[in-house]
């Protein structure tokens, strides 16, 4: 079965248990609306939504993008420079004491109600672990490889740039997957500290008008920005990792998996 | 010119505070291939790295000097035990590999001259391959392709057949032995026989602390038959020196 008929199947399962729940429970629309109900909403209020929708992709997309700059160039500078590791990395591991949502209201407080405070967010929540992933993948390069290097008198810059580097890749692929899945996280809880547009702000705006419907809808369609911006990134990687086998996936004959 | 023998003086390693030789003395022979013999954890390895340039003073000491008085950078080729291939580069682009690591990009030049040794080790229809699809055996041929391209005098090998089945072994020895003549050849290995196929001279590396017997010297070119009567006759000798002086063979 193809990869796409298989989420489609997986789709239709989940919207058939979510419509299963409402028949069995009997629950009143103003507390769980049925998914054809919500449909019916998103169709209607399609006009609504978009700009919205439109909104919280371009944050989520800035801070993606950003934090994915700040990130590797951290990851680079942290795998660059000794003194960089020293003074860096315990900066690096107190500020992630810090939770981001507890810096949401500082930051809207600084960054004002618009995009970049939620842009703020979202890259802030993205930059660590693409930063960890990466520079945890810089650091591991094959000894061997890095000594022969060395025997052909190339440079620490050369090292970096033609071996380093590309070995790194699939770890920082790994990191920046997981940034992917969280981005949504950052611009969400920004719009919900303060904002007047985008999805989070829809959502909370139907919520006090018991807009539950509607509310539904501005999830499933964060749900689908979602997922477009994690399979996006997942298919670019995968171009950029193309020699790493895998050995998780393989089939093996006679292996009951 | 000619590739200039190597000496190494005094050499000294320690490992974790326990001297595994001292005092180190030995002579690799200009143009041909010297072989250091040993058990692992002997040294032989640490020994190899530090003619390679890749030690910290910290663990192992000792003077290595050519013979004809030029300092060793930039003449050194290192073939170690693992192929040591990029799994992102082809097998053309990893023959040229020292050529990206050098200069930062491979010339047209470079890249036909990396064709020519990869047609040399019998592999220029797998140019476009990557490593993964390459098998053992092949990948060790384009470790060696990637040695040659280096074009340097002087050749050190860690083991580099180790990891390959009998029969590649001892096909990819005879073509070892072929592309890498004229060139000064320190070859560390802990197999006797691939020592008595091709070396011209062998040290045998034993003992705690370890010291260098005195070199068995081979006669003829290798790479020699198994059954070549240099081969056999050194055969006892190499193995009485192993287990111990006076073991029974």
Do not use: C
Request: hydrophobic letters at 50%; aromatic letters at 8%; glycine letters at 10%.
């Amino acid at each position: 079965m193809t990869t796409g008929l298989r989420m489609l199947v997986i789709a239709a399962l989940l919207l058939l248990g979510w419509q299963t729940v409402v028949w069995l429970t009997g629950v009143p629309p103003y507390l769980l609306p049925g998914p054809l109900a919500v449909a019916v909403t998103l169709v209607d209020d399609f006009d609504y939504i978009l700009p919205h929708a439109g909104v919280t992709a371009l944050e989520i997309l800035l801070g993606l993008l950003l934090g994915t700059v700040l990130g590797s160039v951290s990851a680079l500078t942290l795998a660059s420079f000794r003194s960089a590791r020293r003074w860096l990395l315990p900066l690096l591991v107190i500020s992630q004491a810090l939770p981001v949502f507890a810096l949401a209201p500082v930051l809207t407080l600084w960054l004002g109600y618009g995009l970049f405070s939620k842009v703020a967010m979202a890259t802030l929540i993205i930059y660590f672990p693409v930063t960890a992933a990466f520079y945890d993948g810089l650091r591991a390069t094959e000894p061997g490889w890095v000594d022969f290097a060395r025997t052909v008198g190339a440079t620490p810059r050369a090292v970096l740039r033609h071996i380093r580097i590309p070995a790194a890749l699939p770890a920082f692929g790994s990191g920046l997957r997981v940034a992917a899945a969280v981005a949504p996280i950052g611009a969400v809880v920004g719009e919900w500290v303060g904002s007047s547009a985008g999805l989070g702000y829809l959502m909370l705006h139907a919520n006090g008008r018991m807009q539950i419907d509607l509310m539904f809808a501005a999830l499933a369609v964060l749900a689908i920005i979602g997922l477009v911006v994690y399979f996006t990134t997942d298919l670019l990687l995968q171009q950029l990792t193309q020699w790493q086998t895998e050995t998780l996936f393989t089939d093996m004959k006679g292996s009951a998996s | 010119m000619t590739a200039p023998g190597l000496t190494i003086h005094d050499s000294e390693l320690r490992f974790g505070g326990a001297i595994v030789f001292t005092g180190l003395n030995l002579a690799v022979r200009a143009g041909g291939w010297t072989a250091v013999l040993g058990a692992s954890g002997v040294g032989k390895t640490s020994l190899l790295r530090l003619v390679a340039g890749l030690t910290d003073s910290a663990t192992i000491s000792g003077r290595v000097h050519a013979e004809d008085g030029q300092p060793l950078e930039n003449r050194i080729a290192y073939m170690a035990q693992q192929d040591l291939l990029l799994p992102w580069l082809t097998a053309l682009e990893n023959v040229a590999l020292p050529a990206r690591l050098q200069q930062g990009r491979v010339s047209a030049d470079e890249q036909r001259r990396a064709l020519r040794y990869l047609h040399l080790v019998g592999l220029a229809d797998e140019a476009a391959k990557l490593p993964a699809a390459l098998s053992g055996g092949m990948r060790q041929r384009v470790a060696l392709a990637r040695t040659l391209f280096l074009e340097r005098d002087i050749v050190l090998m860690d083991e580099p057949f180790s990891a390959l089945d009998a029969i590649s072994r001892f096909r990819l020895q005879a073509e070892a032995a072929r592309l890498l003549e004229g060139k000064t050849v320190m070859l560390v290995t802990h197999d006797p026989m691939e020592a008595l196929r091709l070396a011209d001279s062998i040290y045998v590396l034993d003992g705690k602390p370890a010291s260098v017997s005195q070199p068995i010297e081979m006669t003829g070119a290798g790479p020699r038959a198994v059954d070549d009567t240099s081969v056999i006759s050194h055969y006892g000798q190499l193995m009485r020196l192993l287990g111990g002086e006076g073991a029974a063979a």
